[in-house]
């Protein structure tokens, strides 16, 4: 079943800025989607769009096949059905955390929907526990470090139990061991029948995430959609859209041209690496 439909999606900033230009997506219940792109492909755009946090210039977004607008959310009823079903988890960390404590935080959601106090509690504690924060439960959220912030923002949106999960950069600036436990986390969501859609240009992530792709391109536009081999084996589409980029350097009166990334495809067939990236330094 189709959970979330955009249909030719426009959007600009300050009316002149292009963000998003004619986008058509769907994402189906329990599929974890990877939306691709170079930095200001429109990425961040399309994830608000999807939340409802702001609304197309043009085209229409449905949600289980009721049309999401401005209008329809000063409904009450379908404000709160909606909200309680879609969450969003920001880039920055900063932006999500504003009540005094950890426990503040993680109670704010569930109580604003209406939840009663005491189930509002045992999702936090619960959430808490998952994330392996109960220490930090009291602690002022402008005291956590980098990795703390993003497991209590995480919280945030996990105490609502929403359906649909947004995920701007998820792994962007972290630790390597909070990197690899959100990953961990990201799965373990996934299998747990949840709808994800992460946008990142991260493809180490991607590679190990396996999710469908869809891919915008530098027009701010859909340029394809596959699977992950499809989209991460296609250098030619990964330097069309700035994923990747050709390195030139001179030997002697020699000059050569290769792909440039850091990245390195896995065959998830057999589990060994193929052995050749998609370019050296």
């Known amino acids: 079943m189709t959970m979330l439909r955009l249909d ?18 769907s994402v189906e219940e329990g599929e974890m989607l990877a939306v691709m ?7 961040s755009t399309l994830l608000q769009i999807m939340g409802a946090l702001i609304h197309p210039h043009r085209g229409r977004v449905f949600f ?15 404000q709160r059905y909606f909200r309680t079903r879609v969450g969003m988890l920001f880039q920055n960390s900063d ?26 509690g045992r999702r936090a504690g619960e959430t808490m526990e998952m994330l392996n924060i109960e220490r930090l439960r009291e602690r002022p959220t402008h ?24 995920m701007d950069e998820p792994a962007a600036g972290l630790d390597p061991k909070t990197a690899h436990f959100l990953t961990d986390l990201i799965i373990s969501l996934s299998r747990s029948g949840k709808t994800l859609v992460i946008a990142t240009h991260d493809l ?24 992950v081999d499809e989209v991460l084996k296609d250098n030619e589409l990964l330097v069309r859209v700035n994923l990747i980029h050709e390195h030139t350097h001179r030997h ?13 495809f896995h065959d998830h067939d057999d589990g060994h690496d193929e052995g050749q990236g998609h370019g050296g330094a």
């Not at 005291?143 to 947004?166: F, Q």
């Open 8 to 25: 030719d999606v426009h959007y600009r900033y300050h009316e002149i800025v292009p963000a998003l230009d004619g986008v058509s997506l």
């Open 37 to 43: 792109g170079a930095n200001g492909s429109g990425k």
């Open 64 to 78: 289980r096949g009721e049309e999401v607008t401005e209008k329809r959310l000063r409904d009450r009823a379908w």
């Open 95 to 120: 932006v999500q955390l504003f009540c005094p404590t950890v426990i503040d935080e993680l109670l704010f959601g569930p109580l604003q929907l209406g939840m009663s106090p005491d189930e509002a």
């Open 143 to 166: 005291m956590l470090s980098g990795g703390e912030k993003k497991r209590v923002a995480i919280g945030s949106v996990l105490t609502m139990n929403p359906e649909l999960i947004l």
């Open 204 to 227: 180490e992530l991607v590679d190990h995430l396996q999710p469908r792709v869809a891919v915008l391109s530098e027009g701010h536009g859909i340029e394809r959609t596959g699977t």
């Open 252 to 264: 002697g009166d020699s000059v050569h041209s290769h792909i440039h990334s850091h990245y390195l």
